[in-house]
């Protein structure tokens, strides 16, 4: 049997087995990627790529966020495969942003490979879970993989969320809910207006995402703060979702005037909407996260069953060494 060789390269890794080598999301010159989905960590050397094989909604959202893939393009829906000579390639929903996905490799050898990405395995509003798919080898993120990493119940942080906007509003302030523009920012917009809270779109970039997410069914009406209708309502009662509130009002200054600009930074009152709250990183806010929580990363590993598992991203070696206690031989990647 070959051996698989994993290096890091760019912002993913070269995945080389027997004559098959695969970019996992970055570019390899010559050689084909796969992209799990547009986040900036995940797209490096896109550019040399020779092929990308992602779904359409990483495309779209790719281009949504002014990134690039000039090579070929191989557009997935999940449960499809695809493939080249040795290699046979499935994807599934990742569950995390737009379209993405986790790759299952399956080699004439019969070895096969599940490449996660980022991935949720919670149903949001806007997404759909992440579900395992056994595989001989696992290769995951490692995110929030240490044990001090557990998210409270979704359904409990929407509340949470909707409750603050509401009271918010009620006593005259803008919240203003800091978030991905990709993936998070959409969540929450979905989330204010399932309780009929007007949103107002604080970042173009978030805009051109939303395009993205409406033209895959999302049905997001959130008003941007370019548009004439976004001083109705700041004037009247609404949330803002941005990426970065500073960045949101230098824009209503611009577009709005000095005037309104100050009396929106005074009403204003900004939570942040990241796992990371959960540690006090990320400043006051809420733990919606994208990504799968400690004891969801070993119940997910142990689904896969894997005969070994490479861990990447910040807590690889604490998920790695927690993965080896549950039974399954773990690598970690950096
Ligand atoms: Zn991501």
Request: aromatic fraction near 8%; charged fraction near 20%.
């Amino acid at each position: 049997m070959p051996t698989l060789e994993l290096v890091k390269k760019s912002t993913g890794f070269l995945l080389k087995y027997g004559h098959v080598r695969l970019g996992l999301d970055t570019g390899i010159k010559n050689e084909t990627t796969l992209l799990s989905h547009s986040h900036a960590d995940h797209i490096g050397r896109l550019d040399i790529a020779h092929r990308v094989i992602a779904t359409q909604g990483t495309f779209d959202t790719l281009e949504a966020r002014n990134g690039r893939a000039d090579c070929k393009r191989t557009v997935l829906h999940y449960g499809d495969s695809t493939g080249q000579l040795g290699v046979i390639i499935t994807a599934f929903d990742a569950g995390h942003v737009l379209g993405s996905t986790m790759f299952h490799m399956e080699f004439d050898d019969d070895l096969s490979i599940l490449y996660t990405g980022d991935f949720n395995v919670e149903d949001s509003l806007v997404h759909k879970a992440a579900q395992a798919v056994k595989a001989d080898v696992l290769i995951t993120e490692a995110t929030y993989g240490s044990p001090e990493w557990i998210f409270p119940k979704r359904e409990e942080t929407y509340f949470q969320i909707l409750k603050t906007a509401q009271d918010e509003i009620a006593r005259g302030k803008i919240p203003v809910f800091q978030a991905y523009s990709l993936g998070k920012a959409q969540e929450a917009i979905a989330l204010l207006e399932y309780r009929d809270i007007p949103v107002v779109s604080g970042n173009g970039t978030i805009d051109t995402v939303n395009d993205a997410y409406n033209k895959h069914g999302a049905g997001l009406n959130a008003v941007s703060i370019r548009s004439g209708e976004a001083i109705d309502n700041l004037d009247e009662g609404c949330a803002i979702v941005s990426s970065s509130p500073a960045h949101t009002f230098t824009n209503i200054r611009k577009i709005l005037g000095s005037e309104l600009a100050r009396e929106v930074r005074n009403r204003a009152v900004t939570y942040s909407l990241s796992g990371w709250t959960l540690g006090g990183y990320r400043g006051k806010g809420f733990p919606l996260s994208a990504h799968t929580d400690f004891p969801h990363l070993i119940e997910f590993a142990k689904k896969v069953d894997p005969r070994i598992a490479y861990v990447f991203t910040g807590n690889a070696g604490v998920l790695a060494s927690h993965l080896h206690e549950e039974g399954i031989t773990a690598v970690p990647l950096e």
